[in-house]
């Protein structure tokens, strides 16, 4: 069919160039965060950011019935960033469809047995509007440790509460 | 036969500046040469990569979390064929693959042993992104793996001769082109999307500062070193997305042009120290694939040209392309 080897790889790259590009449009329709691996669109930072932003957060209500200590209770984002991805994945699965147990239970679950230890971990899932102006006042205090980002957080929509052994749970007002 | 005069018509006409860069036959032997040693230093990062310790390694770790819960494509299909018993051999997987890519490295023209590693990259990768989070630190390693599939044996008359015959050669040279094209139409692709959606936020004077701070949201663990001097020079990180978007835009264009391998590879490598500094992503794979095959390219010249350069740059160049081609020839 082809000439040589050299003719095969001058024919294919452009064909697979073409192919690699055409796959990368389909991305957005299975998940916007998702991929038809491995064909990533590379679509990073794409989007313009506005000086106000809403972030999600998992906010631990309890470990074995106690509180957490004070600053402690914020742990996604202040944990692995991969953390914030999952918690990312299961916030945009409970906005599709509130009947989200199962995400949370295969997901977050062990993300916060793993961080909290404990056999029962109670936690509530919020966005919160944070005003980036405030974190570029203070970019060099939340470098040396001095300020916490959570505390720039102002929580504006609760996604949901769980257990971490009971499942769903109504902690506060709010969770229903 | 048309779409092969259609390539060359576009390679001629829209992506190549090579008319003062005429080479020899002996030019695409050596560089054919040098890809092949670079091949095998890839293969050797990719034995020192599986056989790291640490969060870092090409290792299946997260296999330990057990069964994966947002399976992508692969492995729904491997767990349909063989069930998910493989997971508990994963630390045998790649004890294996490491003798594999030793023997690649070896002998990077015997296609068993790439394709080995080929496999065990894409399952990898494809593994550490069926939990729910995607990461794509691992996947331009993955495709350049896939390129390198196509690399020529070595035939009676190379093995009797010593030398590589010219079919060879050239297929050497066509398996760089791939590789290259390969890494660099990520960086083309995230160029043409951050114009295409940022809303000409490209042209305000704070657009690249409240991305850094809209990341630093997301990763507090540890503010990036350089974050609290740039976060307050907001045209400063302004210029530097703009000129970022130039070259990752126009990056795949650099393939087409030798005398842009070395800067445009110097410049991808300076984004990615620049985004690990500003913004904690470690891109640390990338940035020695764009090493060994952009910015260590064999077909770059030997020598740096200024005028070269500053003619190969996409829409800069254009003048002076125009007047170096009024200037009669010497």
């Not at chain 2, 069930?83 to 296609?111: C, D, E, K, Q, Y």
């Amino acid at each position: 069919m082809f000439k040589s080897r050299y003719h095969m790889i001058i024919y294919l790259m452009p064909l697979f160039l073409v192919f690699y590009i055409a796959m990368t449009p389909l991305n957005p329709f299975i998940d916007k965060n998702q991929e038809i691996h491995p064909f990533y669109s590379w679509a990073l930072f794409a989007e313009p950011r506005s000086w106000h932003v809403t972030e999600n957060a998992l906010v631990v209500y309890s470990i074995d019935g106690v509180p957490p200590e004070a600053g402690a209770q914020y742990l996604i984002p202040n944990t692995d960033i991969r953390d914030l991805k999952a918690l990312g994945t299961v916030v945009r699965a409970c906005v599709r469809n509130p009947d989200c147990d199962s995400v949370v239970e295969e997901i977050l679950n062990p993300i916060v047995k793993r961080l909290v230890g404990g056999d029962n971990a109670e936690f509530i899932i919020v966005k919160a509007g944070i005003d980036l102006r405030d974190v570029q006042k203070n970019i060099r205090e939340l470098a040396d440790g001095t300020a916490m980002i959570f505390e720039f957080y102002q929580p504006n929509k609760v996604i949901g509460c769980w257990s971490t052994s009971e499942g769903r749970v109504s902690l506060i007002d709010l969770c229903e | 036969m048309y779409a092969y005069r259609l390539v060359k018509l576009a390679r001629k006409s829209l992506l190549s500046f090579d008319h003062g860069d005429r080479r020899t036959p002996s030019d695409f032997s050596r560089a054919a040469d040098g890809f092949i040693w670079l091949t095998r230093f890839y293969y050797l990062f990719v034995v020192y990569s599986i056989a790291l310790s640490g969060s870092s390694a090409l290792q299946f770790q997260n296999a330990s979390r057990g069964p994966p819960t947002h399976p992508q494509w692969p492995i729904t299909l491997l767990s349909e064929l063989t069930g998910t018993g493989w997971l508990a051999h994963v630390t045998t997987i790649s004890i294996v693959s490491v003798a594999v890519a030793a023997l690649a490295m070896v002998f990077p023209r015997v296609l068993i042993w790439r394709l080995g590693v080929f496999l065990y990259l894409f399952l990898f990768v494809t593994l550490q992104n069926s939990y729910g989070s995607l990461g794509h630190g691992n996947h331009v390693i993955l495709y350049v793996s896939f390129a390198l599939l196509f690399l020529p044996p070595i035939d009676k008359t190379e093995r009797r001769s010593g030398r590589m015959p010219r079919k060879n050669v050239m297929a050497c040279i066509a398996v760089l082109w791939f590789t290259q094209s390969l890494i660099l139409i990520t960086y083309t692709l995230s160029g043409f999307w951050k114009i295409w959606r940022s809303n000409l936020d490209i042209l305000t004077s704070d657009g690249m500062v409240r991305t850094l701070l809209d990341r630093a949201t997301e990763d507090t663990v540890n503010i990036p070193p350089l974050l609290p001097f740039f976060a307050q020079q907001e045209y400063l990180a302004q210029f530097m997305l703009i000129v970022t978007v130039y070259v990752q835009f126009f990056a795949l264009l650099a393939v087409f042009r030798p005398h842009l391998h070395r800067p445009f590879g110097i410049a991808l490598i300076f984004f990615h120290l620049g985004s690990g500094w500003l913004m904690n992503i470690s891109f640390s794979r990338n940035v020695l694939m764009v090493g060994l095959f952009i910015a260590l390219s064999p077909m770059a010249p030997v020598r740096f040209s200024l005028s070269g350069l500053v003619q190969s740059l996409p829409l800069i160049g254009i003048p002076f392309r125009a007047r170096a081609r009024r200037r009669p020839h010497a």
